[in-house]
Antibody, heavy 123, light 107 residues
Framework: EVLLEQSGGEVKKPGESLRISCKGS????????IAWVRQMPGKGLEWMGI????????TYSPSFQGQVTMSADKSISTAYLQWSSLQASDTAIYYC????????????????WGQGTLLTVSS | DIQMTQSPSSVSASVGDRVTITCRAS??????LAWYQQKPGKAPNLLIY???SLHTGVPSRFSGSGSGTEFTLTIDSLQPEDFATYYC?????????FGPGTKVDIK
């Protein structure tokens, strides 16, 4: 079974750093694009960026460029999303999602999603 | 960057109804468009990719059409489990982007 398992919810203070994880199983992790998506409370989906663990190619949405860092350790089939200094506005659910196929360009949608990591940033 | 819009933002419908949701892109995206369903407290689920291809396991009452800048998702004979929020997402060029969502609720 193809799965993405995300790390648990976090409660942090403004200015703190954080790294959340997304572990894949049931597929060859390095062959699939992995995207990160934000959903703020009661709001819609926002595409944050995407990376290809095989060669670490990464593209960020301009809205998130410089605000977060995406990385992956393909040896343990895990992708990461990292903040160096959290803000209250980072409070949201963060999803990782796997591209539907192994194409060089991820045009076919995202067919496997993690369960989401709820991040709460509050003083 | 490509901006996505959806209409309507919400629709009230009854079981058995046909529901059509429209998604528009600010630029041409060819057929690189996906549709997702999201229920409260759950991750999204892929319904349609490449504008009109039904993802594995998705009921045939869901269908997608369109190309270029205008797309539609149609749900034939709405079922109780279909009450949810639906999002389109363009996959033509980075940064990918989602539409704002259409909530389908019970009339």
């Amino acid at each position: 079974e193809v799965l993405l398992e995300q790390s648990g919810g976090e409660v942090k203070k403004p200015g703190e750093s954080l790294r959340i994880s997304c572990k894949g199983s049931g597929f060859i992790f390095s062959n699939y694009w992995i995207a990160w998506v934000r959903q703020m409370p009661g709001k819609g989906l926002e595409w944050m960026g995407i990376m290809f663990p095989g060669d670490s190619e990464t593209t960020y949405s301009p809205s998130f460029q410089g605000q977060v860092t995406m990385s992956a350790d393909k040896s343990i089939s895990t992708a990461y999303l990292q903040w160096s200094s959290l803000q209250a506005s980072d409070t949201a659910i963060y999803y990782c999602a796997r591209h539907r196929g192994t194409a060089a360009t991820p045009r076919w949608g995202f067919d496997t999603w993690g369960q989401g990591t709820l991040l709460t940033v509050s003083s | 960057d490509i901006q996505m819009t959806q209409s309507p933002s919400s629709v009230s419908a009854s079981v058995g109804d046909r529901v059509t949701i429209t998604c528009r892109a600010s630029q041409h995206v060819s057929a690189w468009l996906a549709w997702y369903q999201q229920k409260p407290g759950k991750a999204p689920n892929l319904l349609i990719y490449a504008a009109s291809s039904l993802h594995t396991g998705v009921p045939s009452r869901f269908s997608g059409s369109g190309s270029g800048t205008e797309f539609t998702l149609t749900i034939d004979s709405l079922q109780p489990e279909d009450f949810a929020t639906y999002y389109c997402q363009q996959a033509n060029s980075f940064p990918f982007s989602f539409g704002p969502g259409t909530k389908v609720d019970i009339k």
